[in-house]
């Protein structure tokens, strides 16, 4: 896979020097529009409200939370699927947000997504050739006939069978559909693959297989992943740093081992507790925190903290100043008055 | 004492335009008074139709109960006339379903759909149902019941709307609770809470509970017993101890070591099960199981293996012992 030789000018932001991709600051406020024939924006959804991490080149960084915590809307954003309302989202060094036109669309061929639901996300009147070689023919790479062998050296890739090319999707398994969609992500060699929630519409057993097949991917072409979830286990599994998200704001992040083993902030605690364990044995001495209340919506965040209503361990404090985002132990982030 | 459901060769069938899909096909399990039973399986395994089947809750066209007995409690279920199984469902066997949104009625409050079974069920009058009501809402952790009570289902977050159909299935003080996936929409936070909730209810109430899921995690915190089904069968039952512990099917072996596990330190590779769920409408002859199987000898490829006893109170439906390793003949 050859990587495209971009010497990006670093615009003096304060980034790690092995961060390929740079979040600095970024929110997404979407309008909330009401009324008859003249629509006005009547309030404002915070989905990402001021979050700053990056992802390293060659890492898996596990963005996990419950949902509406706006995750998802984060991976989009990065893909610039969204507008940031604020904030700036840096790839190589070169704000995206700059970019237009031909330059924007030669940035998006080094980003990729790989989608939740094999079903929704794969066009039903299109042939499998046509849905992998899609991206190859947005972006002008190659005739015909090279892109028909792209596509057969992408299906062996992904472990499918290229006799099956010009099959439709229904005629294919919810993994194998999988598949297709990863296949279709790897044709145009990207640098980085957003995978939002890429297992959880699956059944258990074919689960392994699709994260083993993204593991032996990520070592073969050196691809970066945001891997999006809301499965704790897997996100363990599969990632090197973990960064948990809870209405819109970042609550802690820390290599894979570090936030399991020694979580931080009470929300992270509580969630790790909530996932039971499948070991009937362990599972009975294991201390629950069950939280209570649900999460408020995104349309009016609590002030200060915005976890402190369901906090077990709130403070004053808590309820009237956003807790800062900072660095607790060495590569050990964490946004809470009380760590 | 006899068991409180005992369930005897239940087949339930399909009968589809492209053939039949044997969805549950001879399956027999007992529950017990007061414990929680679950029915564990991927989708298209027949878990779901399994329970629908208990309560005959099938569509009828395509589906038909082929034959088997359902004894609760002294009568077979799979008798009754409408009346006698009207006095049963929602009463004695109650049930809470995976989507709440689609199983309450959306045009009516939350109050009149809990009072409609107490009202028909129990003979209460309006007021005494009314209060009842109330009581139940907070039970199951519903805040300012008593101003809820005339919200209809769409004010209620996911998580509320589950715990009114737990409060539903409670209001007869039933023997028996069926839960179908009853988290599976619900965030962890949530699952946590609404799972907490119902074992909760179960213990002061000693209600017995079969919990169908396909999450290993949930049946490990909550399950006395654990029954896996594989292609509308039984593949392995035994206490919840005992399958995680010393799994004796390869499939249930194959499922706990293909999920990744939360308190375990990353970095071995998992171990998937090869291969896709079987098409229900061509199932091989033998073993549903065989064409995945790691552990196969050319036995399985005839024959179905009976579920016998393989320990103590502990039951499998294979030819292989998967304790003595894999078989060094591989029946390819």
């Known amino acids: 896979m050859a990587t495209e030789t971009v010497a990006p000018a ?88 700059s970019l237009r036109g031909n330059d924007l669309r030669r940035m998006r061929r080094r ?78 060699s990207p640098d980085f693959i957003v995978c939002d929630e890429p297992v959880s519409a699956l059944d258990v057993s074919i689960q392994a297989q699709i994260i083993n097949l993204l593991e032996e991917l990520q070592e073969q072409f050196g691809l970066t992943y945001l891997f999006i979830a809301h499965d704790l286990a897997v996100v363990r599994h599969i990632s090197d740093r973990v960064v948990v998200m809870y209405l819109g704001h970042l609550m802690e992040m820390a290599d894979r081992n570090e936030i399991y083993d020694n979580p931080l902030h009470p929300y992270t605690k509580a969630l790790l507790s909530a996932v039971p364990i499948p070991d009937p044995v362990l599972e009975r001495k294991r201390e629950r925190i069950i939280l209570t209340g649900e999460v408020p919506s995104s349309l009016r965040p609590p002030r200060g903290c915005v976890f402190h209503t369901r906090c077990p361990i709130a403070i004053d404090e808590c309820r009237q100043v956003v807790p800062e985002w900072r660095e607790a132990a060495p590569g050990h982030w964490v946004a809470c008055h009380r760590v | 004492m006899p068991a409180l459901l005992q369930v005897k060769d239940l087949k339930t069938y399909f009968y589809l335009e492209e053939g039949v899909v044997k969805a549950v096909d001879g399956i027999s399990y ?225 499922l706990l070591n293909s999920v990744p596990k939360l308190h375990q330190a990353a970095g071995e590779k998992l171990m998937p099960i090869e291969g896709s769920p079987p098409d229900m409408v061509r199932l091989p002859p033998g073993c549903s199981f065989y064409p995945r199987c790691t552990f196969r000898i050319d036995q399985c490829k005839e024959e179905y293996p009976p579920l016998q006893i393989v320990a103590e109170n502990h039951y499998a439906a294979c030819w292989v012992d998967v304790t003595k390793g894999r078989p060094s003949k591989n029946g390819n």
């Not at chain 1, 915590?69 to 610039?80: E, H, M, V, W, Y």
């Not at chain 2, 589950?162 to 409670?170: C, D, F, N, S, T």
């Open chain 1, 10 to 97: 670093r615009n003096g932001q304060s980034a790690e020097s092995e961060a390929l991709v740079d979040v600095r600051n970024l929110k997404i406020y979407f309008p909330v529009m009401a009324g008859f024939l003249i629509s006005r924006k009547i309030a404002e959804n915070k989905a990402v409200d001021d979050i700053t991490f990056s992802v390293k080149r060659g890492e898996t960084l596990g963005l996990v939370g419950e949902s509406g915590c706006g995750k998802s809307t984060t991976g989009r954003a990065i893909l610039q699927l969204y507008r940031p309302t604020d904030g700036h989202i840096y790839f190589e060094g070169t704000d995206l947000g």
């Open chain 1, 111 to 188: 980003m990729q997504m790989i989608f939740q639901d094999p079903y929704a996300s794969l066009n039903p009147r299109m042939s499998i050739r046509d849905i992998i070689g899609e991206p190859l023919t947005i972006h002008n790479l190659g005739n015909k006939s090279e892109r028909r062998e792209r596509v057969a050296e992408l299906m062996r890739i992904v472990g499918l069978n290229p006799y099956y090319a010009s099959r439709f999707p229904h005629e294919f398994s919810g993994g194998q559909r999988q598949r297709i969609g990863v296949a279709r992500a790897l044709a145009v």
């Open chain 2, 30 to 254: 007992d529950v017990q008074e007061g414990e929680t039973l679950a029915l564990v399986g991927e989708s298209g395994c027949g878990k779901s139709v399994s329970a629908l089947s208990l309560l005959r809750l099938i569509p009828i066209p395509p589906g038909r109960i082929v034959t088997g007995e359902v004894l609760f409690d002294g009568d077979d279920i799979l008798k009754l006339n409408d009346d006698e199984l009207r006095k049963v469902r929602g009463n004695r066997i109650a049930m809470v379903f995976q989507e709440p949104m689609t199983s309450l009625n959306p045009v009516l409050t939350i109050g009149k759909q809990i009072t409609e079974a107490l009202e028909l069920h129990l003979r209460l009058d309006r007021g005494a149902a009314t209060a009842r009501a109330i009581q139940l809402l907070e039970m199951v952790g519903v805040a300012e019941a008593e101003r809820r009570i005339s919200d209809y289902p769409h004010q209620f977050s996911g998580g509320m709307r589950q715990r009114v159909m737990i409060a539903m299935a409670m209001a007869c003080n039933p023997r028996l609770l069926i839960a179908d996936e009853p988290t599976t929409a619900l965030d962890v936070t949530i699952q946590a809470q609404v799972l907490e909730v119902m074992a909760r209810l179960s213990r002061e109430f000693g209600t017995a509970v079969i919990i169908i899921t396909h999450n290993l995690g949930v049946v490990a915190r909550y399950a006395d017993r654990v029954a896996v089904m594989y292609a509308g069968k039984i593949i392995e039952s035994s206490t919840a101890e005992n399958v995680y512990g010393d799994p004796r099917h390869p499939y249930t072996l194959g």
